[in-house]
């Protein structure tokens, strides 16, 4: 299956990829610049909101060196002015003074940003810090979750405008307000443990999705969605960031 060219460059003219040589193939078809790393989790430790690139500031002392993986590409982009590039202050090694912003708690809907928190990634302070450095163009969102989630990318994901996949039991205060007129394609807790809202938008009408998420492919398939399914169970948002887009939405 293939994709339209020139929707996936408007979507994901650049796009950093880990070890996973199957999508990056089916990316690159589509002539999409990829740009595989050393480290295989680049979304974490990197944050694109339009042309900023922030250096994120990860929780775990153990997981610090991972802004070490992106920080050559966004300082090239920034250099030859096609982003800015900012850092988040790291936070304290304790793993409990933040500020914390971490790239999987952030999700794009235009100008409203929602950023996760459930105490084991980011934190207020991250998403205060991020409200002040973009300024009133953005609307910062904080989503409060459950404990036991990692991150928003986890229990929440948007397809396309109008369409989204969610796992509301572990959302504290439910979907944000923008969001709740949407049509969702609803998972349970068990569902969302497995990543199944993990997926990677090429474009409004066209998803790629693991081969193992047999029931959202078909609720996307049902809902006009083009989808293709690689073999990628360890989670295919995480697995790439794409550094420049057409539009502030993922």
């Known amino acids: 299956m293939t994709f339209g060219v020139r929707h996936e460059w408007d979507r994901l003219?650049?796009?950093?990829?880990g070890s996973a040589p199957a999508l990056g193939e089916l990316l690159k078809r589509s002539g999409v610049t990829v740009h595989r790393l050393d480290w295989p989790a680049p979304r974490d430790p990197l944050i694109v909101v339009g042309t900023h690139l922030i250096e994120a500031s990860l929780r775990f002392e153990n997981r610090q060196h991972e802004r070490f993986a992106l920080r050559p590409l966004a300082q090239q982009l920034a250099q030859r002015g096609d982003a800015r590039w900012s850092s988040v202050p790291p936070g304290w090694a304790n793993g409990v003074d933040g500020p914390f912003l971490e790239g999987g708690d952030v999700l794009l809907n235009g100008r409203e940003i929602y950023v996760?928190?459930?105490g084991r990634a980011s934190d207020m302070a991250g998403i205060d810090w991020l409200g002040s450095m973009l300024g009133k163009e953005?609307?910062?969102?904080?989503?409060?979750?459950?404990?036991s989630v990692r991150h928003l990318e986890d229990v929440l994901a948007l397809v396309r405008p109008g369409l989204l996949i969610a796992c509301p039991d572990l959302l504290i205060d439910g979907l944000p307000t923008a969001l709740r007129s949407w049509d969702a394609i609803t998972l349970s807790q068990e569902e969302a443990g497995q990543r199944m809202a993990h997926l990677l938008v090429l474009e409004p009408g066209g998803v790629v999705v693991d081969t193992g998420n047999v029931r959202v492919g078909n609720e996307l398939r049902a809902r006009g969605i083009e989808v293709a399914a690689l073999p990628f169970a360890e989670g295919l948002r995480a697995a790439h960031l794409a550094l420049?887009?057409?539009s502030e939405r993922e």
Not at 138 to 147: E, F, G, I, L, N
């Open 13 to 17: 003219r650049e796009a950093a990829i």
């Open 116 to 118: 996760g928190m459930s």
């Open 138 to 147: 953005h609307k910062v969102v904080p989503v409060a979750m459950r404990s």
């Open 244 to 246: 420049w887009r057409e």
